[in-house]
């Protein structure tokens, strides 16, 4: 963190102004949209925890088919913002959102979009794999039934491409009705991403998803990323400012400010990289300040 007088330094001092980027207007309707579009339009978006203000009017754009890698220190809001986008913060006690948030220009906060198809819509990948404590084959089945696909032959197919599709089918096939948890820690986490995908979202969204991975397993993991990217519309938490260059075609830095946390910069990642526009931001990349 920086100490007081480099953060107040670099936001009235020398090092320029205002550091809050201003997200675009969103692009609507849906017939008149411009190529690049935006799953969701966040405007004034404040999330509070009591006295703790963990996000404080955050407007930020997030396309379509990409991957927007959020970044900054511990405390800044980043998985708040995350539990925002799929309304985990509904379970959260004491938690208090305001702002908007529009996907598919339906207005999440207000409640536009049922809760259960929001959820289905929008997979959440923790930090420590969380498979179900049942079978792998079980794990397909509880949230596609819990979805309305009762069918056992649909649900084998959807089970098996969506392992396929995380290159993990040859690795289980013949233990799917072993538990998941004797899987390692990153067949575990490519299988949480299997059973999000088998319910066909729009989107991902990953908490740190391989911070807790050996190298190898996390390569997978970023790899299946990368595969996924032009898919879906996948937000991933990262510390690891390699991976977020090399997973994000977009960033998002965000601060903690006089202890709210704050969008300080959010563009595509060449940009944000090479030719940031912020000084916190230039600092944080070059490893200045953490
Ligand atoms: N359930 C909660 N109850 C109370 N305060 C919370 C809760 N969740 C988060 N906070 C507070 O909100 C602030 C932002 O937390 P958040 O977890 O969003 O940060 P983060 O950027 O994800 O941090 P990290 O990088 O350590 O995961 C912190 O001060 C945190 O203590
Ligand atoms: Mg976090």
Redo the contacts with the bound molecule.
């Keep these: 963190m920086p100490g007081k007088d480099l953060e107040s330094e670099i936001r009235h001092g020398h090092h320029g102004g205002n550091v809050m980027t201003v997200a675009q207007p969103c692009i609507e309707p849906a017939a008149h949209r411009e190529p690049e579009r935006h799953l969701w339009c966040i405007s004034d978006l404040t999330v509070s925890?009591?006295e703790?203000i963990?996000l404080s009017s955050v407007s930020l754009n997030i396309k379509e088919n990409s991957v927007t890698a959020v970044i900054?220190?511990?405390?800044?809001?980043?998985?708040?913002?995350l539990c925002c986008l799929n309304r985990l913060t509904d379970f959260?006690p004491?938690?208090c959102v305001s702002g908007r948030i529009l996907m598919h220009s339906k207005d999440i906060l207000g409640g536009q979009i049922d809760d259960t198809r929001l959820r289905k819509q929008v997979g959440l990948i923790f930090q420590k794999p969380n498979p179900f404590p049942l079978s792998i084959r079980r794990n397909f089945e509880l949230p596609l039934r819990e979805h309305g696909i009762r069918d056992r032959q649909e649900i084998e197919h959807i089970m098996q491409s969506t392992l396929e599709a995380t290159g993990l089918w040859k690795e289980v096939k013949d233990r799917l009705n072993k538990p998941a948890h004797q899987l390692s820690g990153g067949q575990q986490q490519r299988l949480c991403i299997a059973r999000a995908l088998s319910l066909r979202p729009d989107a991902l969204l990953m908490?740190?998803p391989c911070s807790a991975l050996d190298p190898i397993s996390s390569g997978q993991v970023e790899e299946l990323v990368l595969s996924l990217r032009e898919r879906y519309t996948i937000v991933i938490?990262t510390?690891n400012l390699s991976q977020a260059r090399r997973l994000g075609t977009d960033v998002a830095l965000?601060w903690l400010r006089d202890g709210k946390?704050t969008l300080v910069e959010s563009g595509p990642a060449s940009q944000v990289f090479e030719a940031p526009r912020d000084d916190l931001t230039k600092l944080y990349l070059r490893g200045a300040i953490a």
Excluded: T
């Design positions: 925890y009591g703790v963990a900054g220190p511990s405390g800044c809001g980043k998985s708040s913002l959260i004491g938690c908490d740190e938490v510390h965000f946390g």
